[in-house]
């Protein structure tokens, strides 16, 4: 479909055409900036995937183009393969990604591999055993680079997400580049975002704080955008090799966005920090086609023009429910 035929124009003007689904809220991890003290199991009620898929069906015919795929642990729903696999046999030329922790690649990844999905998104914010596990409470490095070796193996394209934390892995920031760009991954930065839910007095680092740690090595320019994305790019003048700062606490961040969300409970947000939003699960429960179109192009159409997260405020919104 041509953006002509995009139904999803929000009231600023912003053309919606990527989707973040969170499958799940529950996670076999507690990483400290997300869930740490939640409980080991989170009652949900989770739409099934086939019923999301007819829901995305609907959203890629009014405009939509990229999915991501995400949570909680998305790997923990076993059905995923086969839910991409129906995305791609609906729109063959869709943009489908997958973010993960890859604690459970090795368990899917040659299933993953089969569906059309062309790379995935690892967190990964250290690359030290003691530092995964005061992080995300989970003896977890060995399967998480297992799990990167083997999806390399199978073609797919790799991205890491790394959450710099004061006094964790701050000494990690440029080792980790180092190992990124050894092992040809994109690496991406991601400025804490405060929360709720997350352990308190957690610090994180702005994007041009990282910037000046990274210039203590590397030499590097910013990537003029050829179309927005969360993260600013920066090209090592060495190499043609980049890395990206994912900077929500900018402003500009929100000029371009281009993005909705669905919860695994049927929720649309239209913002990560907005609180209004549309609770389709009936709708999509029903397999009623005109409200879910309906009420997508209304989530749309509400979007606000700009996040309403204050330089001190925190969301409450919990990442392991939106999906980060
Ligand atoms: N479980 C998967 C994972 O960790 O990749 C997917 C869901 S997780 C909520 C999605 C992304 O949100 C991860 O890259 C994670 O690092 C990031 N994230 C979660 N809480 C965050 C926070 N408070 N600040 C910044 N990034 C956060
Ligand atoms: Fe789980 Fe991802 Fe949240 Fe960590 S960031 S607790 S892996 S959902």
């Known amino acids: 479909m041509n953006d002509i035929n995009n139904k999803l124009i929000d009231s600023f003007g912003r053309k919606i055409d990527y989707i973040r689904v969170s499958v799940t809220k529950n996670c076999n991890f507690r990483c400290k900036y997300c869930m740490p003290n939640t409980p080991p199991y989170i009652e949900e009620t989770l739409i099934p995937l086939p019923k999301m898929l007819e829901f995305l069906k609907i959203a890629m015919d009014l405009g939509i183009k990229k999915i991501r795929l995400t949570g909680g642990e998305p790997l923990l729903r076993s059905d995923l393969s086969g839910f991409i696999k129906g995305i791609y046999d609906y729109k063959s030329g869709i943009e489908v990604a997958l973010t993960t922790n890859g604690f459970l690649l090795e368990k899917y990844i040659k299933d ?75 690496l991406r930065y991601i400025e804490y975002m405060d929360n709720s839910f997350a352990f308190k007095g957690l610090k994180g680092f702005r994007g041009d704080e990282l910037l000046k740690i990274i210039s203590t090595k590397y030499s590097f320019k910013p990537i003029k955008k050829r179309h927005f994305g969360p993260a600013n790019m920066y090209e090592l003048l060495d190499s043609s090799k980049a890395f990206g700062i994912i900077a929500p606490h900018s402003h500009s961040f929100c000029e371009g966005c281009n993005r909705i969300r669905l919860t695994s409970d049927g929720i649309i947000c239209p913002c990560l920090y907005f609180e209004d939003a549309i609770d389709i699960s009936s709708a999509i429960l029903n397999d009623d086609k005109i409200a879910m179109k309906e009420a997508l192009i209304k989530a749309v159409f509400n979007k606000p023009e700009k996040n309403k997260w204050g330089e001190n405020e925190t969301s409450s919104r919990a990442f392991y429910h939106t999906g980060g």
């Open 112 to 186: 993953l591999s089969k569906t059309g999905l062309k790379r995935i998104n690892v967190s990964l914010d250290s690359l030290k055993k003691e530092t995964i596990i005061k992080i995300s409470k989970r003896d977890a490095l060995d399967s998480i680079l297992n799990g990167l070796n083997l999806t390399k193996e199978y073609g797919l394209k790799i991205k890491l997400n790394m959450v710099p934390l004061r006094g964790i892995n701050d000494d990690e920031i440029i080792p980790m580049l180092d190992f990124a760009l050894s092992e040809g991954y994109l």
